[in-house]
């Protein structure tokens, strides 16, 4: 490295590491109020779960990704609760 009087330095090594692993997320409904309480029957659509401190977490629902995100905490924990579901069945996918 040289600066603009010719002067010359040499740096350290950058050393870094690369990977190509994405994080584990995990995610559950916050109450299940089925008729058991692992049925994963709920009239409440809250959910919460853990991934990478401080990162933020996308959604889709029914195979549909939606805008709406949320951020870990330093401890990894996030919390998301849909709007506007219908009665039904619905597949949410935390990422």
């Given amino acids: 490295v040289s600066d603009a009087a010719g002067n010359i330095a040499t740096s350290g090594a950058v050393v870094y590491t690369l990977s190509t692993t994405g994080p584990t997320v995990t995610e559950a409904l916050v109450a299940d109020t089925g ?8 009239t409440n659509p809250a959910l919460s779960g853990t ?7 996308h959604f889709t629902i ?6 709406t995100t949320t951020t870990t905490d330093a401890q990894g924990a996030w919390s ?3 709007s506007g579901l219908t ?3 619905h597949t949410i996918v935390a990422s």
């Fill in 62 to 67: 029914d195979g549909s990704p939606i805008a």
């Fill in 80 to 82: 998301f609760t849909p």
């Fill in 35 to 42: 008729t058991s309480a692992t049925d994963h029957l709920t």
């Fill in 51 to 57: 991934g990478l401190a401080n990162t933020v977490v």
């Fill in 87 to 89: 009665d039904g069945l």
